[in-house]
């Protein structure tokens, strides 16, 4: 059965900063892994989707890699800005079926004007 | 674009009552996910569906049930409320089961 962690849990940092976000997973037999951003109240929106076959994924001042090997993947945010305070989920898709997402908690990320 | 629209948005029930909670989806995905997040906590599976008509359990499916007539439509049903389904539930859906999946914007319950 897949287990996501992601440490930290909570993270403040100040505006500008470079930071990584980090999720680790058990099965290494992941089919993809997705970083989502959520703010308070809302929904779920997608960040960056990275397939087996890649190492990485990038959008704008996001970068996601993926080790497989490892059982690890980074978010790493660029320049950061009080717009990117929220929660960061990263949850992995493993087994080749349709049963859905193993979601890690989330890291909680503030960033200080 | 709608996208996945989940309906209502918040709703308090008392213990033992009944409820539906609405996913609709309009960009003619197969696939689609009922999962729960409860405070602190990742999301959890519950239910999902690769198609009208067919349906299986996720990793907590007890006390919900759930039907896929449409593509469009799924939802989920709470028989006899318990304290313990207080949460927020989010439903979502895919095109495939390695693309990208699009969230609705949760329903938020609370059980008294």
């Known amino acids: 059965k897949q287990e996501v962690t992601q440490i930290p849990a909570a993270l403040s940092v100040p505006e500008g900063e470079n930071l990584v976000l980090n999720c680790s997973f058990t099965d290494s037999a992941i089919y993809n892994l997705q970083w989502f951003r959520q703010d308070p109240g809302k929904g779920l929106t997608s960040l960056l989707l990275?397939?087996?076959?890649?190492r990485e994924q990038t959008s704008g001042r996001l970068n996601a890699s993926l080790d497989k090997s490892s059982g690890r993947s980074t978010l790493y945010i660029a320049a950061s800005q009080p717009g990117d305070s929220a929660t960061y989920l990263c949850a992995g898709h493993s087994g080749g079926g349709a049963d859905g997402l193993t979601f890690g908690k989330g890291t909680h990320l503030i960033i200080q004007p | 674009n709608a996208g996945v629209t989940q309906t209502p948005k918040f709703r308090i029930l008392k213990i033992g009552q009944s409820m539906t909670l609405q996913c609709a989806q309009d960009m003619n995905h197969n696939y689609m996910y009922w999962y729960r997040q409860d405070p602190g906590m990742g999301l959890k599976l519950i239910y999902y569906s690769v198609g009208a008509g067919i349906t299986d359990k996720g990793e907590v499916p007890n006390g919900y049930n759930v039907s896929r007539s449409t593509t469009e439509d799924f939802p989920l049903r709470l028989e006899l409320a318990a304290p313990s389904q207080t949460s927020v539930y989010f439903c979502a859906s895919s095109p495939g089961t390695v693309i990208a999946a699009f969230f609705g914007q949760g329903t938020r319950l609370t059980v008294v």
């Open positions: 990275i397939q087996s076959s890649q």
